[in-house]
């Protein structure tokens, strides 16, 4: 059985993007290490995960997902902060170091 997760990426200045993964932890890296140059989430530095939530159907993760996109940044905000309210990288205690 597999988990599905709709997550919420965000950068130093609260730039965000949302998503969905069968591999939170893959994602993540791909996003932080910069795998897509000309991406989003690459272009504005956006390499923090700041809110998750873990589906068993892929077909909840994407409906979540197209719902948290269409809400407005404020609400996006108090989602976040309803979870995580000092906006901790939630992928710290399990990513790999940059290789700055």
């Known amino acids: 059985m597999h988990t599905y997760y709709v997550y ?3 950068s130093h200045t ?3 993007y949302v998503g969905v993964t069968n ?4 994602r993540v890296t791909q996003h932080r290490e ?3 140059p000309r991406s ?4 504005y ?6 809110y998750d939530e873990d589906y068993p159907s892929i077909r909840d993760a994407i409906e979540r997902e197209k719902q ?3 809400w407005v940044r404020k609400k996006k905000i108090t989602l ?3 979870a995580n309210p000092h906006w901790v990288d939630l992928s710290y205690a399990w990513r790999r170091p940059r290789a700055d």
């Open 80 to 82: 976040i902060e309803s």
């Open 34 to 36: 910069k795998v897509h």
């Open 8 to 10: 919420i990426m965000a």
């Open 23 to 26: 591999d939170l932890e893959y």
């Open 14 to 16: 609260k730039v965000l």
């Open 45 to 50: 530095n956006v390499d923090r995960l700041a």
């Open 40 to 43: 989003f989430t690459a272009r």
């Open 68 to 70: 948290i996109k269409t």
